[in-house]
Every structure is written in C-alpha cells, then in structure tokens.
C-alpha cells in the first residue's frame, strides 16, 4: 500500500525556520517527482514547491520563492522543505504529494497528484 508521511511541522515564530520531510512506504520516492501542497483554513489548497527525479530541477509557488527549498536525500529517500524566513501568511497544513510522474514541469493542480499525504500542521505565531 502507497502511503506518504510527513514530520517536522510545528510552532515557530515570523522569521523563524522549519525543516518537513516527507517519507514513503509501499514504494521509493527516489523515482518520482515529489511536491509539496499545503492549505490554509478558508483556502485552496496551493502548490508551494516540487523536486523532479529526472532531472533533480524544482518548482516554487510564486509566494514561497527565495525562502523554501525544496531537497531530495536519496540516502534516506526523502524529500525535505526547507522553510525559511516563515510569515503570517505560512501556516498551513503542509502535504507531501506524488503522482507517479518523474518532471514537475508545470503541474500545479491538485489533480495531477494522485498520493497525498495526512499533512503536518505549521503555525506561525509570537
């Protein structure tokens, strides 16, 4: 059974940092591409980043360039985002999602990623 699993969300304050990492069982991360969604409350869900296995490129959601990075560790087939410089617009329920595709290209819609994950909460507050 695919199954996605997101760690490291939590509470920090604006300007701080938080470092999530999303693992798989029932298959390897290492092949696909892999993203991140995530979803605030009242809000669609929005693509903030996206790591290709073909060709290790990556994707950022306008709001979230220069301030997250998006990394594969095959050693540990993860895949982590590196949240920087977090702002009141941030908190979110943050998903790791895959599709079984190997490019991001401009795949942005919800639809185009078959597994999700349960989600991780990130709160921003002082």
């Known amino acids: 059974q695919v199954q996605l699993v997101e760690s490291g969300g939590g509470l920090v304050q604006p300007g701080g940092s938080l470092r999530l990492s999303c693992a798989a069982s029932g298959f390897t991360l290492d092949y696909y591409a892999v993203g991140w969604f995530r979803q605030a409350p009242g809000k669609e869900r929005e693509g903030v980043a996206c790591h290709s296995s073909a060709d290790e490129s990556t994707y950022y959601g306008d709001s979230v360039k220069d301030r997250f990075t998006i990394s594969r560790d095959k050693t540990n087939h993860t895949v982590a985002l590196q949240m920087d410089s977090l702002s009141a617009e941030d908190p979110a329920v943050y998903y790791c999602?895959?599709?079984?595709?190997?490019?991001?290209?401009?795949?942005?819609?919800?639809?185009?990623?078959?597994?999700w994950g349960q989600g991780t909460q990130v709160t921003v507050s002082s």
């Open positions: 999602v895959t599709g079984g595709f190997t490019r991001c290209g401009s795949r942005w819609a919800t639809s185009d990623y078959r597994y």
